[in-house]
């Protein structure tokens, strides 16, 4: 049974790359056949700003980028306790990331 996610709860979304030189924040880095890219994958620290009735979610990033994501998307989760503690600085503020759009829009 899942969690019921609100607005305002941090959200980690693994996402997978694939570059030349992963970074250091890189897990789980795998190499390709011919060795010239590697495939990895990187948490991303998101914040909740909507949650519509059809099972979308808006997540709002520290820069203010916004993604539509379904909830039952297993590369979402919430942050676990320890997460939102340690990590409490990547995670975005809903009030500094609307005001951040409300001047990019005049």
């Given amino acids: ?3 019921k996610i609100s607005v305002g709860d941090p959200i980690i979304f693994v996402v997978t ?3 030349t030189h992963p970074g250091p ?9 011919a060795g010239e890219t590697y495939s990895y ?3 991303k620290f998101w914040t909740v700003a909507e949650v519509h009735s059809d099972e979308r979610l808006l997540l709002i990033t520290r ?3 916004q993604h539509l994501v379904m909830a039952n998307d ?6 676990r ?6 990590y409490q600085s990547r995670f975005p503020a ?3 990331t609307s005001e951040r759009m409300a001047i990019r829009l005049n």
């Fill in 41 to 43: 994958q990187i948490e």
């Fill in 25 to 33: 924040r890189a897990k789980h880095v795998r190499p390709a056949r």
């Fill in 63 to 65: 820069r203010g980028k």
């Fill in 17 to 19: 790359k694939n570059t």
């Fill in 1 to 3: 049974m899942r969690r």
């Fill in 74 to 79: 297993l590369r979402l989760r919430p942050a």
């Fill in 94 to 96: 809903l009030n500094t």
């Fill in 81 to 86: 306790w320890w997460e939102k503690w340690f």
